[in-house]
């Protein structure tokens, strides 16, 4: 009996291992699907920073936490900056960002290995209010401004009947229907979204047509906008998203639109967009399910504002 001890222990030990995989920090791998939601970042105006009401002649300090609740980048590239305005720039003497108003690069967004997503507090400091022509008071809202680059990635699993019509009835593992398949999707962890794919099969090619839309409650931007956005922005500048779509053996398919920076996918009033993509056929002659890989590139623009209250104490 003595000598089962050292089997049983390894089998704990082995038990163990499996059930706690980490990373190479220690931290603890998460095996759920971290591409959930509809926001890229949150942001939030700290505590009685910016005050409600503040007396002319004080200093003021502005500061907004950052907060990447999305799954996008799960590198150290996040592209993005602040601005604030809403206000006369004659009230705020001598205002500033601490440092400079891009968001730092490391601000990750939700992976494995961080479920909860990065955080950064910015601050913008007033080294004077004053209320205009020595008025009684002066009451700004004062509204920060998030444009930042961002991806959505959806990976549906899709069904590849070469030959959907054929005579031989085999024992398929998916079928197309003669009119044609659709895919439901809800969210992939970013404010803009692949909501629904339908595939179509012809004599030579796979058809997919790819609906996307924006599902946050921002503005979707075009991705050149880095300088332009958000004070500069146009009428040409809103509302487009580049498009990537592939397949294992086909990276390269006829999209309409092209899906590219000279042609982009345009999203209508109501937020929504669509692509039309046809693929080559595999060389295999049987049904099976891959994975179509949808990835949307583009600039997004949140805000938040508050009213504060600058009272000339002198009047």
Request: proline letters at 5%.
């Amino acid at each position: 009996m003595r000598k089962s001890w050292p089997l049983v222990l390894l089998l704990v030990l082995l038990l163990t291992a499996c059930g706690s995989s980490r990373n190479r920090n220690g931290e603890g791998i998460s095996e759920k699907d971290y591409r959930t939601g509809t926001e890229g970042l949150q942001l939030t105006f700290m505590q009685n920073n910016p005050p409600d009401k503040v007396f002319a002649g004080s200093e003021m300090d502005v500061l907004v936490e950052v907060r990447n609740a999305g799954a996008y980048p799960d590198t150290d590239a996040f592209d993005g900056k602040l601005e604030i305005y809403g206000y006369d720039r004659k009230a705020f003497v001598r205002g500033g960002w601490d440092g400079s108003n891009f968001i730092g690069r490391t601000l990750q967004g939700k992976s494995q290995f961080g479920p909860s997503g990065g955080r950064e507090v910015k601050q913008f400091h007033v080294d004077e209010v004053t209320t205009l022509f020595g008025a009684e008071f002066y009451e700004p809202t004062l509204v920060v401004a998030a444009c930042y680059k961002y991806r959505t990635i959806a990976e549906p699993l899709v069904c590849i009947d070469p030959e959907p019509f054929t005579v031989f009835d085999e024992n398929k593992v998916c079928t197309i229907p003669s009119n044609g398949k659709s895919y439901s999707l809800s969210n992939q962890g970013a404010p803009v979204a692949v909501t629904k794919v339908t595939e179509e099969v012809s004599a030579k090619n796979l058809h997919f047509g790819i609906y996307i839309q924006n599902v946050g409650e921002g503005k979707v931007v075009d991705e050149n906008t880095r300088n332009d956005c958000p004070l500069s922005l146009d009428y040409n500048d809103v509302d487009r998203v580049l498009v990537q779509v592939k397949l294992p053996w086909d990276g390269a398919p006829r999209c309409q639109p092209r899906g590219d920076s000279a042609d982009p996918v345009r999203l209508d009033e109501s937020g929504n967009g669509y692509i039309y993509c046809t693929f080559t056929k595999p060389t295999t002659k049987s049904a099976f399910e891959t994975i179509l890989q949808v990835q949307v590139d583009y600039r997004y623009l949140d805000t938040i504002q508050k009213k504060i209250r600058i009272v000339n104490i002198n009047r």
